[in-house]
């Protein structure tokens, strides 16, 4: 295949894949493209590449209809068509198994709260969105609906990691669904865990006109320390992940793609068997990992929340735990750069990458979604919540007896009395010792404490220095060899993280997980401890090792593990 400007010259071939597909990547903005078949083939009429300004060409494309229930298809502005599920309020009764809930205090309107949760897992799935979180907040009385990325399931395009176009699309997306006669107020608010949390920030920036407010939920901060925590690569969650996604990205066939969208060809579904047409051209995730194994700005900046989240403008509840064995423990880092909006607040906590959902984040995330995108009092749906809440922790955790706090937002009798208590909120919350707060494995923190800003004001930095016998010393070492150790290489299979999260369905919310934590093998490795603190200290946020190695191998990884 020969790409063909304006002019009729020829600017790039490329060979078809086995569909038939072809894409041309990073183009320039502009009209009189063509595509011709071999080199006197047959040209195709001429194809405009749009710019990737948010705003489209035109806003008709929002005009299509969208039922208010059920799996169906969506176009975006360059007419590739997502694979979407609309998950109406009445959906969640099928999902909690164990006896009957409240009703809800008045009769359901005709349009629902809506929320967007937006990943390339299978969330678009008819058998229930893979990964995704919808169940909850159907519990809570939003219309969930669920959209698999470009080039995933059965949506068309091919897949890139957050490229410029799943933006647009995620603002296509934001911006149809609000014009239905089924949305409340016609503005959508963003829900979702992990990738479905990643992805409101990416969409967020470029400011869809009818997004409400966004609830992004354990997230990166840089997709770079993700991938390379310490320069050194994530083998143990991010490569596997990545994998994942090369696997996912693949035409739907019994051994490639997600297997959902291979049953819907199977069965029938036309528009999912042509959508696959361009998913041969997804880009290979592992080849661009290997490729970036140093911090290249121009292609990792973009995939960096931390450098763009200053655009966000809407309302953000945000949380993330210190101990993400998934998406790492840097996602504090981003408070300070959210710089565009002053309605924000964030949840910080020690846990793993499920804790976001934990009793008192969720107390919170409940209040936030029905005062900026529901626009009414938390009260309202309060004792369904409350009621739902065992049966929520039991399907998603594992574990029994889990029930919600008192909160004191849900106790305002009026919606303007809730959001102003809401807004006097601090906008840093940090749950300390979850875990350790009623009986243990129980997801209940210590204590808390509240604070203006992110990072914590009055906070002073502290440095030990490695010393002789094992000791961390306040003051540097001499150069006379008291802080010089030698051990010999020794090569190791570290196990990640998630695997050792031990018996049992909750996991580390278990009262006793089983841990396969091993110590370093004799000669490769050194420990240093402090005496004693002299008074009780509290430590928030990130730290660093700076260790200076000579060695006689061209190749070394260190692993510092501080408790």
């Known amino acids: 295949m020969q790409l063909l400007n304006r002019r009729g010259k020829t600017i790039a071939k490329k ?8 894409l041309f990547r990073g183009l320039g903005p502009g009209s009189g493209y063509r595509v011709r078949a071999g080199r006197h083939g047959q ?8 710019s990737t300004r948010p705003a489209p060409p035109s806003t008709a494309i929002y005009n299509q209809s969208i039922p208010p229930s059920g799996y169906g298809y969506l176009t975006t502005r360059d007419g590739t068509k997502l694979a979407i599920n609309v998950h109406p309020p009445q959906d969640v009764s099928s999902a909690l198994p ?54 995933t399931g059965c949506s068309g395009g091919a897949f890139d990691f957050f490229e410029p176009l799943q933006n647009l699309d995620g603002y296509d997306v934001i911006e149809t669904i609000a014009r239905q006669p089924w949305v409340l107020h016609h503005k959508v608010g963003m829900m979702g865990i992990s990738y479905g949390g990643m992805s409101q920030l990416f969409t967020a920036q470029t400011n869809p006109p009818s997004l409400a407010a966004i609830s992004p939920l354990s997230v ?44 819907r060809i199977q069965d029938g579904d036309q528009t999912c068997a042509q959508d696959q047409a361009l998913h041969g051209e997804a880009v290979n995730q592992l080849r661009k990992i ?42 504090p880092t981003l408070a ?91 906008q840093i919350r940090i749950l300390f010792d979850n875990g350790a707060g009623s009986s243990p494995g129980y997801p209940v923190p210590g204590f808390e404490s509240s604070f203006r800003r992110f990072p914590i004001p009055g906070t002073q930095a502290r440095s030990w220095y490695f010393a002789a016998n094992g000791a961390l010393a306040d003051k540097r070492a001499s150069r006379a060899g008291a802080n010089a150790f030698t051990w010999n290489a020794h090569a190791r299979l570290l196990t990640d993280f998630h695997g050792n999260t031990g018996s049992g369905p909750g996991g580390l919310w278990t009262a006793s997980p089983t841990f396969d934590w091993r110590q370093p093998p004799a000669g490769s490795g050194a420990s240093y401890v402090t005496n004693p603190l002299a008074a009780n200290t509290t430590v928030i946020g990130a730290g660093a090792v700076h260790v200076w190695v000579r060695s006689s191998k061209p190749n070394v990884d260190l692993q510092a593990t501080i408790s």
């Not at 164990?98 to 629902?112: I, K, V």
């Not at 750069?337 to 959902?357: E, I, M, P, Q, Y």
């Not at 005062?371 to 065992?390: C, F, G, R």
């Open 15 to 22: 060979r078809a894949d086995a569909l038939g597909g072809v």
């Open 43 to 50: 040209k195709s009429a001429r194809l405009r590449v749009l």
């Open 98 to 151: 164990t006896g009957p809930l409240p009703p809800l205090p008045s009769e359901r309107p005709a349009a629902t709260p809506t929320l967007i949760e937006y990943s390339g897992y299978g969330y678009a799935d008819p058998a229930g969105p893979q990964r995704g979180i919808a169940a909850i907040a159907n519990v809570m009385g939003f219309t969930v609906v669920d959209v698999n990325m470009r080039g």
């Open 220 to 263: 990166i901060d840089q997709t770079q320390t993700t991938l390379y925590p310490g320069g050194i690569l994530n083998t143990g969650f991010a490569v596997a992940w990545a994998k994942e996604r090369n696997h996912d990205a693949m035409p739907a066939s019994a051994s490639g793609g997600q297997p959902w969208a291979y049953k």
């Open 290 to 331: 290997r490729v970036n194994n140093h911090y290249r700005p121009k292609v990792a900046d973009p995939l960096s929340p931390i450098t763009f989240v200053k655009r966000i403008k809407v309302p953000v509840y945000l949380a993330c735990q210190w101990e993400d064995e998934q998406t790492g423990g840097h996602c």
């Open 336 to 426: 300070e750069h959210f710089s565009g909006t002053s309605r924000k607040w964030f949840t910080f906590t020690n846990g793993a990458h499920v804790d976001s959902l934990d009793p008192e984040t969720f107390n919170r995330w409940y209040d936030f979604l029905e005062l900026y995108v529901a626009h009414e009092a938390p009260i309202t749906k309060a004792a369904l919540i409350h009621a739902a809440a065992p049966v929520l922790y039991h399907v998603a955790m594992g574990i029994d007896g889990v029930t919600l706090p008192p909160d004191p937002i849900q106790a305002q009798p009026t919606y303007d009395a809730a959001l102003a208590a809401f807004e006097h909120l601090s």
